[in-house]
């Protein structure tokens, strides 16, 4: 590495000093732009790396936040544990845990008996999906400090990363004891509740997120009469929450309002507007009485059975006018093998194409369909691709009618397919999202699903044969 010079190091300060001024009146795109000007003048400097990586992630560009902080650990010095411990937890805000892992050990090695060093090399460990590390690491912290709330929260996502719910309950629990008005164990206890079939539990400690508020000065609705009333339902999370939950924007109780409006992701509105659904993007919403977050709907609404949670077989975001492809032989199937890169458990819910081979090769009678966006060449079956429309969710959504069936992994398409009817075939890691529950083939939330599960933690080629067998045993062979 070349030696930096006094005079690179001062100018470089000198612009992170212009990035914050612009961060000041607004201008974020000017601000990263001269935060990575600073950045590339001294890449020696740590804090110039954090810096850029926080601005980046908190204008939603978790990639490159990611790219940045990787890049430091390459170029950056680290002088002593302390900046080590900085570098570490960047990397973990910005979801690339398994980068933190030798940062930790450095701290934890420096500091063997220091509980909030071995906490946040078990964080590290358990983003790097190696939970059994994980929890020896975690045991350690809560040995030297028995009373640690956030050990005990940590202590409870590991257990429930191993598939002990009732264990990850019991640490959460635990943890709240100690510091009641905690929202991430509560969240974490709200997905457990739903995992162990505790529904109204569930959607109680849910309220503890954060919860989206417009900037109109409506009022949260508190589940009472809309009769004469408007209704905002504000969308949130990731695109496929709001197709899930949209479903209950047609509940009678919403219904009653003079107006229901909803606000989702700017390329899902389309979508939602061709269903019959007024709808806004997120960041334009309009005056209404009263305003509810999308997911706090099953809480107001006391949808706490299976049957309150259903969608009854009917689809609910059929654009008007679409005919669904249904009687046919089932031939056309759509694959979807990995979901959005940027999302904290991609790792653990996408597939290695490489694992597809034997699935898209097998099958000669199948067309299969490339439902994967930004696919590379190569992937799907020789001669048989047909890729996705690559459009809008209303582009996906016309596309997903024309097929008999989706394979998919837990991804917003999978939710978009069960809301329109679609037959889908939901693959799941061996530990599964709070919604889809700890077993089972089916699902109340779509009627059109069938969920294939991990028989062991990253067992993805034995799930694949259940479904290249299930494929056969529907008719969808070679004969």
């Known amino acids: 590495m070349t030696a930096m010079?006094?005079?690179?190091?001062?100018?470089?300060?000198?612009?992170?000093?212009?990035?914050?001024?612009?961060?000041?009146?607004?201008?974020?795109?000017?601000?990263?732009?001269?935060?990575?000007?600073?950045?590339?003048?001294?890449?020696?400097?740590?804090?110039?790396?954090?810096?850029?990586a926080n601005a980046e992630r908190l204008a939603g560009d978790v990639l490159a936040a990611r790219a940045t902080l990787r890049h430091a650990l390459r170029v950056a010095e680290r002088a002593d544990a302390l900046a080590e411990f900085e570098l570490g937890r960047a990397l973990v805000e910005a979801g690339a845990g398994a980068d933190a892992v030798a940062s930790f050990r450095r701290v934890r090695a420096e500091f063997p008996h220091d509980p909030a060093a071995a906490a946040a090399l078990a964080t590290a460990l358990r983003e790097a999906q190696r939970p059994d590390e994980a929890w020896l690491q975690v045991r350690h912290a809560l040995a030297l400090a028995p009373r640690d709330a956030a050990a005990m929260a940590t202590a409870a996502m590991i257990r429930h990363d191993l598939a002990d719910f009732t264990g990850a309950l019991e640490w959460c629990n635990r943890s709240l004891a100690l510091r009641p008005e905690s929202a991430a164990p509560r969240v974490t206890r709200g997905s457990l509740r739903h995992l162990l079939g505790d529904t109204e539990g569930g959607w109680e400690d849910f309220e503890a997120r954060a919860l989206p508020v417009p900037p109109t000065g409506a009022a949260l609705w508190d589940g009472g009469s809309l009769e004469g009333k408007s209704i905002l339902v504000i969308g949130e999370q990731g695109v496929g929450d709001q197709f899930q939950f949209l479903r209950f924007v047609r509940h009678p109780a919403l219904q009653r309002a003079r107006r229901v409006l909803v606000s989702c992701q700017p390329d899902a509105v389309s979508l939602v507007r061709a269903a019959g659904i007024e709808a806004v993007a997120r960041g334009s919403e309009e005056a209404t009485d009263v305003y509810i977050p999308m997911l706090s709907l099953p809480l107001r609404l006391r949808a706490h059975t299976a049957a309150d949670l259903s969608d009854g077989g009917t689809?609910?975001?059929?654009?008007?006018?679409?005919?669904?492809?249904?009687?046919?032989?089932l031939r056309r199937v759509g694959v979807v093998w990995a979901g959005n890169p940027a999302h904290r458990n991609d790792a653990v819910r996408s597939i290695p194409a490489s694992l597809l081979h034997p699935l898209l090769h097998n099958h000669h009678a199948v067309q299969f369909v490339c439902m994967q966006r930004d696919a590379p060449e190569g992937v799907m079956a020789p001669g048989r691709p047909e890729t996705s429309a690559q459009g809008d969710w209303l582009a996906t959504a016309l596309q997903l009618c024309t097929l008999d069936l989706l394979i998919t992994v837990d991804t917003g398409i999978a939710h978009l397919a069960g809301a329109l009817g679609v037959p889908v075939w939901l693959l799941l890691p061996h530990v599964p999202d709070w919604r889809w529950g700890a077993s089972g083939s089916t699902t109340p939330w779509y009627a059109s699903a069938r969920l294939f599960r991990q028989p062991e933690r990253?067992?993805?080629?034995?799930?694949?044969?259940?479904?290249s067998a299930a494929l056969s045993a529907a008719g969808l062979s070679d004969d």
């Open 5 to 52: 010079q006094p005079g690179d190091e001062s100018a470089a300060i000198a612009m992170c000093a212009e990035g914050a001024v612009l961060t000041e009146v607004g201008d974020v795109g000017g601000a990263i732009a001269r935060y990575r000007a600073a950045a590339a003048a001294a890449p020696s400097l740590l804090a110039l790396h954090l810096i850029l």
């Open 458 to 467: 990253g067992d993805w080629a034995r799930l694949l044969t259940n479904v």
């Open 315 to 329: 689809p609910y975001l059929m654009p008007h006018g679409v005919v669904r492809r249904v009687g046919a032989p």
